[in-house]
């Protein structure tokens, strides 16, 4: 897994210069990558932007001839020379124009393309990136991949990239047609390029990473927001709102004094920018002027020295505004390129093995799994799970009941050892045929928006109404979903908003009774459900779990009562198995367990 920045390094922004050649390295073969299925339009692209520039900068010569030859020639009543500069300067201004037109239209083809390319990847690719990823590396900060980070880059593209390289070439052709014109004049310009060297790599330097520093600043701010507004109902239950306040200020306050600093940065380079054209412009002046009444050279080429050296130092603040977008989405570009270049924990296999229809046998052959190398949760564990048994796991937070569970539904790979089903090892099988032959119903019992059905039917998008319906009978859902005001077909809202805890769970229940699976893990999924709504459910879990295995993890005990079989779990192992009625017949940590529910309901 990568980590140069990737969920370990995501806040840091000093790095050492091996890394920093590495974060740029992956960067630029990113942008490789995305400018790739492009690259007609950019070579394109380019063709316009040098004939477009090479025509702007043709006006100062343009205006040299004419005053140079057009006005001797007028003495002879000879137009020509000036019709033709006059002419010529109108033509070069006019195409000119319109092909900076078609530029900015070919620019925003591709910047789309790209955008479009690079907003699908991430969401792709974060989306087959394993358990582990999401539970380490927060929404805010995807959330921030996803919009500041992506208009960072959209703003380098749409308007960066034209400063840059019309920038660049202007500068370029301004500089030659100057030495063309009068080498003199070229050489005093050569002479400020060392100072203007020096400053910018001053600003260069310090920029870079206050940038960096801003990216880091912007996704703070964001997951801050993003975590505040999903978990609002424990925000304002526990009067956190004032906490948040002060959090927030202080994030708001980091990120206003980075960007500060950087414009301090503008501050200091931009009129020292201006002090350095100034000067050259006042030296070719001085010196061509001279020349000028000795005889040495003419006043039109005088002229266009001058402004040659003028327009040659007018993209430098262009330039520097190019190089605040560059910085900020060079910064974003190295967070995405973390993201897309995390490798999922656990990987699909190179050649998967099919198993059509899985019977349900499930085994953990010495598997061991730890979550941290100095934390081991499972130690050497070995279980068979018949086909078709219904288990309940029991035992204290943290026995590694879950870890289990997650197992079995590979969220995670055993770091030692494997688990198999019917045989196959879980790391061999096929993709769609472990999803469909396992799935796990979790104490979040998350709804999409949508309607009922839709979520009903998550796991088979294809199924009849009628088959919705009797899934949804079955865990004894239908009932309130038909006194909702559209029955199957109203819209949850936002993430369920419309129903309560215990109706989330029951629809939960029907979208994976409507899956049928071989294996069904409940991973405490009955604890929103009151009394009744427990009971009913049980009652539809007894027939509905015949003939499939099942595993249960719950602290109720009363869930437990449906199992065939219960294993107490504690530190990793199984330290009581058996069935519910021998376990609490018995003098064990189950018969405790029980013991102690039953006085509760008294």
């Known amino acids: 897994m990568t980590t140069v920045t990737g969920v370990q390094g995501e806040e840091r922004h000093d790095y050492s210069k091996a890394e ?13 990558s995305l400018l ?13 932007i040098v004939i477009s520039t090479a025509a702007q900068v043709a006006g100062p010569a343009l205006i040299a001839y004419g005053i140079d030859q057009g006005l001797p020639a007028l003495l002879d009543q000879n137009w ?9 300067y109108l033509v070069t201004g006019l195409a000119g124009a319109f092909l900076v037109a078609g530029y900015i239209r070919l620019a925003a083809r591709i910047s789309q393309a790209v955008l479009i ?3 699908t990847r991430v969401f792709l690719h974060t989306q087959k990136l394993s358990l582990e990823f999401h539970e380490s590396y927060t929404s805010g900060r995807i959330i921030s991949r996803q919009t500041s980070d992506l208009d960072s880059i959209r703003e380098l593209l749409d308007e960066g990239i034209n400063q840059l390289v019309r920038g660049v070439l202007y500068m370029v052709f301004t500089a030659a047609a100057l030495v063309w014109l009068d080498w003199v004049s070229g050489l005093v310009l050569v002479a400020t390029l060392v100072p203007l060297a020096l400053l910018t790599r001053w600003f260069q330097v310090r920029s870079q990473q206050l940038f960096r520093r801003s990216r880091v600043a912007s996704a703070k701010l964001i997951v801050h927001f993003v975590e505040t507004m999903t978990g609002i109902r424990a925000v304002q239950a526990f009067r956190k709102e004032r906490r948040n306040e002060r959090e927030f200020g202080d994030l708001v306050e980091d990120y206003r004094d980075v960007n500060a600093r950087v414009l301090g ?18 030296v070719v002046l001085l010196i061509g002027g001279f020349r000028v009444v000795d005889g040495g050279l003419e006043v039109g080429v005088l002229l266009a020295a001058v402004l040659y050296t003028k327009r040659f130092f007018d993209p430098m603040e262009e330039l520097a505004m190019f190089y605040n977008s560059y910085q900020s989405a060079a910064s974003a570009l190295e967070k995405i390129s973390g993201v897309l270049e995390e490798e999922p924990s656990v990987p699909d296999p190179k050649r998967p093995v099919d198993l059509w229809t899985a019977d349900g046998n499930v085994r953990f052959e010495g598997v061991e799994f730890s979550y941290t190398a100095d934390r081991p949760i499972l130690p050497h564990f070995d279980l068979d799970l018949p086909a078709g048994q219904t288990v309940a796991l029991v035992g204290s937070t943290g026995a590694g ?38 799935v796990m119903v979790t104490q979040e019992a998350y709804l999409f928006s949508g309607s009922v059905a839709d979520n009903i039917a998550l796991g088979r998008p294809d199924a009849p ?10 865990v004894g859902a239908h009932e309130f979903i038909e006194g909702l005001p559209n029955g199957y077909d109203t819209d949850v809202n936002k993430r369920g908003g419309r129903v309560s805890a215990g109706q989330r769970q029951l629809i939960s229940f029907a979208r994976a009774f409507l899956a049928n699976p071989a294996v069904l893990i409940l991973d405490e999924a009955t604890s929103s459900l009151d009394i009744p709504s427990e009971r ?27 199992a065939d079989r219960v294993l107490v779990m504690e530190h990793g192992r199984v330290v009581e198995d058996g069935s519910p009625a021998s376990l609490i017949a018995g003098t064990g940590r189950f018969a405790s367990l029980h013991a102690a529910w039953r006085d509760s309901l008294v």
């Open 117 to 119: 390319d690079l907003r």
């Open 20 to 32: 920093s050649r590495a974060l740029r390295a992956r960067s630029l073969r990113l942008l490789g």
């Open 80 to 88: 020509f020379p000036v019709a033709f500069a006059g002419l010529a």
């Open 465 to 474: 109404m009628d088959e919705i319906v009797r899934a949804a009978k079955a």
């Open 536 to 562: 009913a459910v049980q009652e539809g879990l007894q027939s509905l779990l015949a003939g499939r295995t099942a595993v249960i993890i719950a602290h109720r005990l009363s869930t437990v009562a449906i």
């Open 401 to 438: 009941k879950s870890t289990l569970a997650k197992l079995i539904a590979r969220f995670y790979d055993p770091t030692g050892g494997r688990v198999t089903l019917d045989g196959v090892d879980l790391r061999d099988l096929h993709p769609k045929d472990l999803r469909r032959a396992i």
């Open 36 to 48: 790739t299925p492009v690259r007609r339009l950019l070579w394109t692209t380019l063709a316009i």
């Open 265 to 282: 940065l503008f501050a200091v380079y931009n009129p020292a920018l201006a002090l350095i054209g100034n000067t050259a412009v006042a």
